[in-house]
């Protein structure tokens, strides 16, 4: 899949278009600035991995699960936050066709990544299973499941988040799904259109549900709870 990136002509256009209209929604917050931010770097993920389907950091870019878990829980709930390591060459434990990359058992410091891409064009499809073990205190797995359509200058598609994970002797779940609609990212990477629909919950709290709006410019982020 290549997410066709705009150029910033493009950006400016759409930034004059929006130019009349008052923004709607609510400042973000920290937090939900810093999980629109994390999504937003999982779609470069993705897009990096259909090209290169053999690089450690993508791969847990893809499969990164904090940010919208910190937004969703409580404040003062306790994230294990998973490091990033170095390695970049997955090749000796992946398998690929020609559409299809599988991960057995892939090691990369402290984590275990398995699962699977299929398409590797502008529709793909991810299963991806992160088991991490940063300390005896301090391990857990998350799954996350994305299916996305690149084929025009929008992204557009599903990412469902399951967590588990123990943080100071307390166990944890969370489950999120984000809709992304009419993402656009201009010439280098940053969103400047388009929406993200957070649903979910962490442990035994109810669902909450926001939609964050992206642009026109790089950087403007409002809020719709």
Not at 42 to 65: H, I
Not at 172 to 183: C, I, W
Request: aromatic residues 4%; proline residues 4%.
């Amino acid at each position: 899949m290549t997410f066709r990136i705009v150029t910033a002509l493009v950006a400016a256009l759409a930034f004059s278009a929006c130019a009349t209209d008052e923004p709607t929604g609510q400042q973000p917050t920290s937090k939900e600035r810093v999980a629109a931010a994390g999504l937003v770097s999982q779609l470069r993920a993705l897009d990096a991995l259909t090209a290169q389907p053999a690089e450690a950091p993508n791969v847990l870019v893809a499969s990164k699960f904090a940010p919208v878990v910190s937004m969703l829980a409580a404040d003062g709930t306790s994230i294990a936050l998973p490091r990033r390591d170095s390695v970049g060459d997955l090749r000796p434990c992946m398998t690929q066709t020609s559409d299809t990359v599988v991960y057995t058992d892939c090691e990369i410091g402290e984590h275990v990544v398995e699962g699977s891409m299929s398409g590797l064009g502008p529709r793909v499809k991810a299963d991806l299973v992160d088991v991490f073990v940063i300390d005896p205190e301090n391990h857990g797995a998350s799954t996350i499941k994305a299916t996305l359509d690149a084929s025009g200058d929008e992204i557009t598609g599903t990412v469902e988040i399951d967590v588990m994970w123990t943080a100071g002797n307390t166990d944890n779940t969370a489950d999120a799904t984000v809709h992304f609609t009419g993402v656009v990212l201009d010439s280098s990477g940053c969103a400047v259109s388009g929406s993200l629909n957070v649903t979910g919950h962490v442990g035994n709290q109810t669902d909450s549900a926001r939609t964050l709006q992206l642009g026109p410019t790089c950087g403007d982020l409002r809020v719709n709870h």
